[in-house]
C-alpha cells in the first residue's frame, strides 16, 4: 500500500517539477518540448462539474436559468452526467405560473429549451443546502448516498465550480434560509486539497457581491473569478414579457455567449473568455483570481474546465502501477459496494421489526391499566389528596 | 505645587454639583427641577398644543413624505405582454348588450343572479349563487349574490384571489347607479382566464348585489362567520384562502382615469404594495392615468384645472400651494373614509378578514379607455397578484397617500394626534396635582406665610359618575338601535337627548358631596377625564389615525378649559354646550346616524357603538364637571 | 385599579350606605354567574393575555379527555396542567363547560371571602364596612374578573395562594403548607412564596411596617415547617404518579416552567426573549431567567422579616411581572391584594401613573394581540412592545409598594425635612 503511493507522488512531484522549470524559463529546450504539441497542458485526466443554483422561488427563474444553462454548456463539451453534480432549489420548469410547463428558457425569443428532455438535477429542492454542497465537494457522504450524487473526484480531477443565488459580502444565502461563507467555501477547498480531491478547479460565482466568495480561499490551483466587486449588484440581463420575470443574470449570459463559440477541440484561454465578458454591460466589475492558480490564464484552456478534454497519459506497463491502480479501483468498489449494503432493506426491516415486540406490551399494558384503572386511580389520589387536608386540617 | 491642584473631574464635579452635603443638594435639586417644571407647565402645555395642530396642518405639505416604491420582491409587475384584446372587448360589449336588456327588463335580483349564475355555467366554471337577508334595525336589505370559481389548473386550490363587482356602482354609494360594465367586464374576464394555465391560485369571480350588503354576506359566508340579524344560504362552492382582491367598479360610458380606492372597514388600510402595483401596471402596461379617488389632477389635466374661489389667484398659482391644496383634498377624503370606519367601497368589506383589496374605479367621462384598458391593467394585475408567495406584508400598512405615487409614513403623521393627546394628559395631570393640595394659611403665628397642604381626592365618587355616564352610553346606544326609535319617530330624538341631557343634569347638579379637606369633584373629575379622554385618543392612533385626529381636534382644546367656576347660569351653559359637543350630532345629521347604525348592524362598523360608549361619556363627563361641586 | 389605593380617602362614606359583606359577596358572585353563563368564555377563550398553554382550559380538558380514554395525557406536548388536577376534574369538579363556569365564579366569590379573612386578620377586626371593597376589589378586578370568565385554571391557583395565606394568617401550618404544596404542584413558580409564608406561619400576620424588628423565628424552626413543605411536595408527587402510572407528568408540568417548550404569546417577557434568541444560549438565559426570579426571595423576605405578610404580597407582585407563561391575573392577584394593606396608601409616591400606566397597556394589549394576529397588519413587536409597558405597569405598582412598606417605619415628613433614598 505504501509503496504504490509512494510512486504515485513521485510521479506528480516529477510532472510539477517540469511545470516548475517550464516557467521558469531557463532552460529554452526544455520549454520547447513541453510547448512544443501545443500550449501547457492541465495534468488532469478527468473532468467535473458542480452546478448550485441557491435559491428558490418564482421570481428568482432567472438563478435556475443560470445553472441550467450552464449544465447545458459543459455537458455540451463533453462532461458526461456522471460527472456533473447538479443543485437546483426550486422546480421552475412544473412551476404552476409558468406559461411554459416543463421548459426553462433564458433568452425571450425561447428557442432554447434549457430544460430539454435529458436533465438529471442530483440535488434539488430542500436537499440544496450548504451541508449537501459541503458534503459533495468534501466527500463526507452518508454511505447510502448513491454514486450519482457523490463527487467521485481524484486528484487527477479538474472541478468546474459554479454557484448563482443571492449573495452578499462573503456570503451566499440558500433557500432563504441559510448561508454559505467564503470561509466554509475556503475551508472546503482545503479539505478537498488535501484529501487530493482534485487538479485544478476553476470557481464562478454568479451573485451580487460574487468576488468576496472566493476572496478567503488558500489552497493551490484554484482559479476563482466572479460577476461583481465588493458592494456591486449583479444584475439580470433580460426580461420574458410572457414568463413574467427575468431569465438569465447578465454576466452568465454572457459567458454562455461566448461559450456557444466553443468546442471540444478549440484552443481558446480562459483569458480570452474573462477578456471578452469585461468588455460587456454588466453594471458590474467581474473579478478573478489567479494568484493561487499555478498556470497562465493566456494558457489555460477553456475545455480544460469545461469540457471532458483531458490528457490520455498511456503509461508504460510495468506491472507494479497497473496492478496498484487495479487494486485501489478494486478496493475502492469493494468499499462502495460494502458502504451500499451496509443499509440494505433486509437490514432496516430486521432492526424495525425487532423493536415492537419488545415494545408493544409494555404499551398495551399501560395502556389496559389506565382503561382499568384509570377512573380509579383518579379516586384514590382525589381520596388521598382529601385525608392530607383533612389530617392537616385536623392536627 | 500640583499635586495640591485638584483634578479636572473634581474639578468638574464641584462645579455640577457644588459642595455640601449630597443629599440636600439632590433634594434641592429636585425640588428646583419640580418647581420649573410645575412653573413651565402650561407653557409646555401650550407648546404641545400647539405642535400637534400644527403639525396636522403640515401633513399634506409637499414636502413631508416620500415617493411610492414595491417592496415585494415576488410581484415583479408590469412585466407581462398582455393578451387581452379587441376581440375580448366584443365580447365585453355583448354581455353588456345582454346586461343592459336585464337592467331594464324589470328583473329580481334572484333572477338577475341565476342569469349570472348560467353564464358562468356556459363558461363552463363552478358556478352559484347565494341569498342573503340582513335583519336591520334600521333598513333591512336582501339580494342574492352569484359567483363563479376558475381553479389553479396546476396547484391544489389552497390560496385564491378574488375579482368581484357590486351590481351597484359607487358613484352614488349604491343609491341606485348600476355597475353595468364592472359586472359585464368580470363575466368577460372569466371568459379570457379560462384560456391560461398559469395561475398558481384560483381566481373567485363575484357579482355581488347591492352595494356593500351582498358582499358582506359572501364573505361572512366564506369565511363561515355568523352574523346576527343576517340570513344567508351556505357557499355551495368554496376555494382557498383569499389573499388579495380586485374591485371593479365601471358604470359609466368610458374612462379618462382609472381610481384607487383603498379604505377598509374600520380604518384598515391594504397593503400599499398592491396600490403600487396596480399604479404601476396601469400606468406601463395599459397607458391609463391613475388617481386617487375620483380626484383628477389639475396639473394633469387642464380641463379640471378649476380654481376654488376661496383661494386667491396668486396663491393658486403658486406650484407649493397648489400642491398643498391637491393633497389637503385628498387626505381630507381619506380622513373621512377612515374616521367613518366605512371604507371607501366593497374592496373594504375584504380587510375585516385579512384580505388586502382595492377598488378599481373607472372615473365616468366620454373617453378615451374603456374595456380594452381595464382589461390590460386587470389581466397584469392578475399576474402580478399570481406571482405571491405568502401574503403581502412588505410593504407599509400604515400610511397617509398624499397624492397618487407619493406617502406620508407613520412617523410623518403620527406624532401630530400623539402630541395632543400628551397635552391633554399632562394638563390631566396637573388637575390631579391641583386636586391634591391646597394653599392654607399658616398655622404657626411665627410663620404667617401660606403653606401648602394636602388633601384627599374623592376617587371613589369619581369613578363611579364615570361608569355611570358610560352605563348611560350604553342605554343610549341601545335605544337608539332599538328598532321602535330608530326606524318609526324620528322626532323622538329631540325629547329623547333632552331628556338625557336633563336627566344628567338633575342627577348630578344637585349633589353635594363636597367634604372639608376633600377636593373638590369638578376638579377631580376634570382630571380623570382628561387623562382617560387622551388615553383613548393615542390608543385609537395606531388601530385608525384619522379617528384619533378627529378626536384629537374635537376634544382636545373644549376637555381643557372646562372648569365648574362662575355662576350657575354661566355653568348651565357650558354644561349645554358639551351637552351639544357630545349629542348634538344626533339632531344635525339624523341620517348620517342612522347610516353609522347600519353600518355597525350590518357591516360592523363599531363606530357608533364608539360614539356612544366612549365619545359621549367623554363629553359628557367634561360637562358633568361644570356643574357638579 | 390603583384609583382604588386612595379608598381611605373616602372613608368618610358612611359604613351605613355599604352592604355588608354576605350580601356583597351574594350580589357581585350572582352578578359574575351570570357574566359567567353567557357566551362570553367562547370570545375569550382563545385570549392570549388571559390563559397561558400553562393554565388554559381547552388543554386542561384535552387532557381529561385523553385521560378517560386511557392514553397518557403526558405522552403528547399539549397537556401541561399538573394530574391533580386531572384527577380532581375526572371525579369531583364538573366537567360540562357552563358547570365550569359556574365552578370558576364560585372559586372566586370563596377567593374573595379569604381576602376578607385575611384582611380582619391582618387588622384584627371582626369586620366593618371596609370589608365589601375588599370583596369588591377582588372581585371587580378587571386582570381577574376577565381570566375566571376565560376559565384560566389561574383563576384557581390564585385563590389556592390566598387559602395558603390565610391559614399561615391563623397558624395552621399543616394546611398552608400543604395547600402551598398543592399550588406549587400547579404551578412550579409558586414556590418563591414559600420563605414568607414559612416565615408568616412562625409570627403573626398584623402590621409591623411602622415598628420594623429583627424575626423572632429560629433557623430550626424553619427547616422544620420547609421539611414538612417537602414532605407535602413529596406526598402529592406520589399521588401524581399513582394518577398517571409512572413520571412522565414531571416533565411536562414543573419541567415546561423550567424549559419554557411553548413559546405562545403572553403577557410576560419570556417568550418574545426566547422566539428571539439562538438555539445555543437557550440552556444558558433559561438559567438566568429562573434564577432572576428566585433572587428577590432572599432579600425581601430578610428586609420584610417584621411582616411576613407584606413580604409574600411582594414576592407575588414580583412573579406577577417576571414569571414565565404570565397572564393577567399574575398581577391581578397582587393588586387586589393592595386592599388589605391600607396603612401604605399616603406613602405611595406615584399611584396615578401606575394607575394610567396598566390603563394604557390593558387597553393596547388586546388591541396590539388583534393587530398583529387578526387584523395582519402589525407584527409581533408591537405586542411585544405592549407587554414591556405592561411590565413596565407592574413594575411601578411593585416599586412604589416596597417603597411605601419601608418608607412608612420613617412616618409622616414635616415640612422642613424630606426623605430620600440612598
Given at each position: ?395 | ?457 374623592p376617587?371613589?365618587p369619581v369613578?363611579a359618575i364615570m361608569?355611570l355616564t358610560?352605563?348611560s ?25 333632552v331628556l338625557f341631557a336633563a336627566g344628567i343634569y338633575v342627577l348630578f347638579s344637585k349633589q353635594t358631596f363636597a ?5 373638590p369633584l369638578s376638579l377631580t373629575l376634570k382630571?380623570?377625564n ?32 372646562s372648569s365648574s367656576k362662575g355662576s350657575t347660569l354661566s355653568r348651565l351653559v357650558r354644561y349645554l354646550t358639551y351637552t351639544y359637543?357630545s ?36 363629553v359628557m363627563q367634561a360637562g358633568i364637571s361644570c356643574i357638579i361641586d | ?422
Amino acid at each position: 500500500m505504501l509503496l504504490p503511493s509512494f510512486l504515485h507522488l513521485l510521479l506528480c512531484l516529477v510532472g510539477l517539477l517540469g511545470v516548475a522549470h517550464a516557467s521558469n524559463a531557463n532552460d529554452k529546450r526544455v520549454e520547447d518540448f513541453f510547448e512544443r504539441n501545443e500550449s501547457p497542458t492541465s495534468s488532469h485526466t478527468n473532468n467535473w462539474a458542480v452546478l448550485v443554483c441557491s435559491s428558490r422561488y418564482w421570481f428568482n427563474y432567472r438563478h435556475m436559468a443560470n445553472a441550467l444553462g450552464m449544465y447545458r454548456t459543459v455537458k455540451r463539451l463533453g462532461i458526461p452526467d456522471s460527472n456533473i453534480i447538479l443543485m437546483l432549489a426550486d422546480d421552475a420548469s412544473c412551476n404552476q405560473r409558468n406559461k411554459f410547463p416543463g421548459s426553462v428558457y433564458a433568452h425571450p425569443d425561447r428557442q432554447l429549451d434549457l430544460y430539454g428532455d435529458n436533465i438529471e438535477v442530483d440535488y434539488r429542492g430542500y436537499e440544496v443546502t450548504v451541508e449537501n454542497l459541503i458534503r459533495v465537494l468534501t466527500g463526507r457522504m452518508d454511505p447510502s448516498v448513491p454514486r450519482s450524487k457523490r463527487l467521485l473526484t481524484d486528484e487527477r480531477s479538474n472541478i468546474f465550480v459554479y454557484l448563482t443565488g443571492h449573495g452578499g459580502n462573503e456570503f451566499l444565502k440558500f433557500q432563504d434560509k441559510e448561508e454559505i461563507s467564503a470561509f466554509d467555501l475556503a475551508d472546503a477547498f482545503e479539505q478537498m486539497h488535501q484529501k487530493k480531491r482534485y487538479n485544478e478547479i476553476l470557481f464562478m460565482a454568479d451573485t451580487c457581491q460574487a468576488n468576496t466568495l472566493f476572496s478567503q480561499f488558500y489552497s493551490p490551483n484554484i482559479l476563482a473569478t466572479g460577476s461583481s466587486g465588493l458592494g456591486e449588484n449583479s444584475y439580470s440581463h433580460t426580461n420574458d414579457n410572457d414568463i413574467g420575470v427575468a431569465v438569465i443574470d447578465a454576466y452568465t449570459h454572457f459567458v454562455l455567449e461566448y461559450m456557444e463559440n466553443i468546442n471540444k477541440t478549440s484552443d481558446n484561454s480562459l483569458q480570452d473568455l474573462f477578456s471578452t465578458v469585461a468588455t460587456k454591460k454588466l453594471g458590474s466589475n467581474p473579478g478573478v483570481r489567479t494568484d493561487l492558480f499555478g498556470r497562465p490564464l493566456a494558457k489555460t484552456r477553456i475545455t480544460d474546465f469545461f469540457g471532458n478534454v483531458a490528457q490520455v497519459e498511456v503509461l508504460p506497463p510495468t506491472g507494479h502501477l497497473q496492478t496498484s491502480a487495479n487494486d485501489e479501483e478494486d478496493s475502492y468498489l469493494a468499499s462502495s459496494d460494502m458502504d451500499n449494503k451496509q443499509p440494505s432493506l433486509p437490514h432496516n426491516l430486521t432492526s424495525e421489526q425487532s423493536l415492537p415486540p419488545s415494545d408493544a406490551p409494555w404499551w398495551s399494558s399501560l395502556s389496559l391499566l389506565i382503561q382499568d384503572w384509570g377512573k380509579t386511580r383518579a379516586w384514590v389520589a382525589v381520596g388521598s389528596l382529601g385525608l392530607c387536608l383533612a389530617w392537616t386540617l385536623s392536627s | 505645587m500640583e499635586h495640591k491642584q485638584p483634578s479636572l473631574l473634581t474639578r468638574l464635579k464641584h462645579k455640577i454639583r457644588g459642595s455640601g452635603d449630597v443629599n440636600t443638594k439632590r433634594v434641592q435639586r429636585r425640588l428646583a427641577l419640580k418647581r420649573t417644571l410645575t412653573d413651565k407647565l402650561p407653557k409646555i402645555i401650550f407648546c404641545l398644543f400647539a405642535t400637534g395642530y400644527l403639525w396636522m396642518l403640515l401633513i399634506p405639505f409637499p414636502h413631508l413624505g416620500r415617493t411610492t416604491y414595491i417592496d415585494e420582491n415576488a410581484l415583479q409587475p408590469s412585466q407581462v405582454n398582455t393578451y387581452w384584446d379587441w376581440a375580448d372587448v366584443h365580447i365585453a360589449d355583448q354581455y353588456l348588450g345582454l346586461l343592459e336588456q336585464i337592467r331594464d327588463g324589470n328583473y329580481t335580483s334572484k333572477e338577475r343572479a341565476e342569469w349570472l349564475n348560467m353564464e358562468f355555467l356556459k363558461l363552463g366554471l363552478t358556478s352559484s349563487t347565494q341569498s342573503y337577508t340582513f335583519l336591520s334595525p334600521v333598513t333591512g336589505v336582501n339580494g342574492t349574490n352569484a359567483y363563479a370559481i376558475l381553479p389553479s389548473a396546476r396547484h391544489s386550490g389552497t390560496e385564491a384571489m378574488v375579482i368581484s363587482a357590486s351590481w351597484l356602482s359607487r358613484v352614488d354609494e349604491g343609491a341606485g347607479t348600476v355597475n353595468i360594465r364592472g359586472v359585464s367586464f368580470v363575466i368577460a374576464l372569466a371568459r379570457f382566464l379560462k384560456r391560461y394555465s398559469y395561475w398558481a391560485k384560483d381566481i373567485i369571480f363575484v357579482v355581488s348585489d347591492g352595494y356593500l350588503d351582498g358582499m358582506q354576506a359572501w364573505l361572512g359566508a366564506y369565511h363561515g362567520i355568523q352574523q346576527k340579524g343576517l340570513e344567508r344560504e351556505p357557499l355551495q362552492h368554496s376555494s382557498g384562502v383569499i389573499w388579495t382582491a380586485l374591485n371593479i367598479d365601471y358604470p359609466g360610458h368610458s374612462f379618462s382615469n382609472l381610481g384607487i380606492f383603498f379604505e377598509g372597514i374600520n380604518g384598515r388600510l391594504p397593503n400599499q404594495d398592491l396600490i403600487n402595483s396596480l399604479e404601476r401596471i396601469a400606468r406601463y402596461t395599459a397607458g391609463v392615468p391613475v388617481t386617487l379617488y375620483d380626484h383628477i389632477d389639475p396639473r394633469e389635466n387642464s380641463l379640471v384645472n378649476v380654481e376654488y374661489a376661496w383661494v386667491p389667484r396668486f396663491l393658486y398659482s403658486n406650484p407649493i400651494i397648489k400642491a398643498y391644496i391637491i393633497r389637503a383634498r385628498n387626505i381630507l377624503r381619506q380622513l373621512k373614509y377612515q374616521a367613518t370606519g366605512r371604507g371607501s367601497g366593497v374592496h373594504g368589506l375584504f380587510h375585516q378578514h385579512r384580505i388586502d383589496a382595492i377598488t378599481i374605479f373607472g372615473l365616468p367621462a366620454q373617453g378615451p379607455h374603456g374595456f380594452h384598458a381595464i382589461g390590460k391593467t386587470v389581466e397584469s394585475t392578475l399576474r402580478t397578484m399570481n406571482n405571491l408567495l405568502e401574503r403581502l406584508h412588505a410593504s407599509f400598512f400604515f400610511y397617509i397617500m398624499a397624492e397618487r405615487g407619493w406617502f406620508l409614513k407613520i412617523g410623518h403623521y403620527l406624532p401630530s394626534a400623539i402630541l395632543i393627546s400628551v397635552a391633554m394628559m399632562f394638563q390631566g395631570l396637573r388637575k390631579w396635582v391641583d386636586a391634591g393640595w391646597i394653599e392654607v394659611d399658616g398655622t404657626e403665628k411665627s410663620d404667617p406665610s401660606r403653606v401648602w397642604v394636602r388633601r384627599t381626592r374623592p376617587v371613589l365618587p369619581v369613578l363611579a359618575i364615570m361608569i355611570l355616564t358610560h352605563m348611560s352610553g350604553l342605554v343610549l346606544f341601545v335605544s337608539l338601535s332599538s328598532t321602535w326609535l330608530s326606524t318609526n319617530t324620528y322626532w323622538l330624538a329631540y325629547p329623547f337627548l333632552v331628556l338625557f341631557a336633563a336627566g344628567i343634569y338633575v342627577l348630578f347638579s344637585k349633589q353635594t358631596f363636597a367634604r372639608p379637606n376633600e377636593a373638590p369633584l369638578s376638579l377631580t373629575l376634570k382630571a380623570l377625564n382628561l387623562c382617560f379622554a387622551s388615553t383613548v385618543i393615542s390608543i385609537i392612533a395606531v388601530l385608525n389615525f384619522s379617528l384619533s385626529a378627529s378626536l384629537a381636534i374635537i376634544l382636545g382644546i373644549p376637555l381643557s378649559v372646562s372648569s365648574s367656576k362662575g355662576s350657575t347660569l354661566s355653568r348651565l351653559v357650558r354644561y349645554l354646550t358639551y351637552t351639544y359637543l357630545s349629542i348634538g350630532w344626533r339632531l344635525h345629521a339624523p341620517a348620517l346616524a342612522k347610516q353609522l347604525l347600519w353600518n355597525w348592524h350590518v357591516l360592523g362598523v363599531w363606530l357608533a357603538p364608539f360614539v356612544c360608549i366612549v365619545y359621549v361619556p367623554i363629553v359628557m363627563q367634561a360637562g358633568i364637571s361644570c356643574i357638579i361641586d | 385599579m390603583l384609583e382604588r389605593l386612595n379608598t381611605k380617602q373616602s372613608s368618610s362614606l358612611a359604613s351605613s350606605t355599604l352592604p355588608n359583606l354576605p350580601l356583597t359577596l351574594l350580589a357581585l358572585g350572582s352578578l359574575k354567574i351570570w357574566i359567567a353563563l353567557t357566551d362570553v368564555y367562547d370570545a375569550l377563550k382563545r385570549s392570549q393575555e388571559l390563559s397561558s398553554p400553562m393554565s388554559s382550559y381547552s388543554q386542561l380538558q384535552e387532557g381529561i379527555y385523553l385521560f378517560e380514554h386511557g392514553i397518557n395525557p403526558y405522552s403528547g406536548g399539549s397537556v401541561r396542567h399538573s394530574p391533580l388536577l386531572l384527577s380532581l376534574f375526572t371525579t369531583l369538579f364538573p366537567k360540562s363547560r357552563r358547570a365550569a363556569s359556574v365552578f370558576w365564579a364560585l372559586s372566586d366569590v370563596l377567593g374573595a371571602w379569604i381576602l376578607v379573612q385575611i384582611w380582619r386578620a391582618r387588622q384584627n377586626v371582626k369586620g366593618g364596612w371596609r370589608d365589601t371593597l375588599v370583596a369588591a376589589s377582588y372581585l371587580l378586578n378587571p386582570y381577574l374578573f376577565l381570566p375566571s370568565l376565560a376559565l384560566s385554571t389561574s383563576t384557581l391557583e390564585n385563590t389556592l395562594i390566598l387559602a395558603t395565606i390565610l391559614l399561615a394568617c391563623r397558624g395552621r401550618a399543616a394546611p398552608s403548607l400543604l395547600l402551598l404544596a398543592f399550588s406549587t404542584h400547579l404551578s412550579l413558580n409558586s414556590l418563591v412564596i414559600l420563605i414568607p409564608v414559612v416565615l408568616l406561619l412562625l409570627s403573626d400576620p398584623h402590621s409591623h411596617l411602622a415598628s420594623p424588628q429583627p424575626s423572632k423565628a429560629t433557623l430550626k424552626r424553619i427547616g422544620a415547617l420547609i421539611g414538612t413543605f417537602v414532605f407535602y411536595i413529596f406526598v402529592l408527587g406520589s399521588i401524581s404518579t399513582l394518577v398517571v402510572n409512572n413520571l412522565s407528568w414531571i416533565p411536562q408540568t414543573w419541567g415546561a416552567t423550567l424549559t419554557l417548550p411553548d413559546l405562545q404569546p403572553n403577557t410576560g417577557l419570556w417568550w418574545y426573549f426566547f422566539t428571539e434568541m439562538f438555539d445555543h444560549f437557550r440552556p444558558f438565559f433559561l438559567m438566568v431567567f429562573t434564577t432572576h426570579l428566585l433572587i428577590y426571595v432572599a432579600p425581601i423576605s430578610i428586609k420584610f422579616q417584621y411582616d411576613p405578610l407584606y413580604a409574600t404580597f411582594i414576592l407575588l407582585g414580583i412573579l406577577g411581572t417576571f414569571k414565565p407563561y404570565a397572564t393577567l391575573s399574575d398581577p391581578g392577584l397582587f393588586f387586589s391584594m393592595i386592599a388589605i394593606f391600607p396603612e401604605i396608601y399616603s406613602y405611595l409616591r406615584h399611584p396615578i401613573v401606575t394607575a394610567l400606566l396598566h390603563l394604557h397597556a390593558g387597553l393596547l394589549m388586546p388591541l396590539f394581540n388583534h393587530i398583529w394576529l387578526s387584523q395582519g397588519t402589525g407584527n409581533a413587536n408591537f405586542f411585544y412592545a405592549t407587554t414591556l409597558v405592561f411590565a413596565c405597569a407592574n413594575a411601578a405598582g411593585l416599586v412604589d409598594c416596597i417603597w411605601a412598606g419601608m418608607r412608612l417605619a420613617i412616618g409622616q415628613s414635616g415640612d422642613k425635612f424630606e426623605v430620600v433614598q440612598e
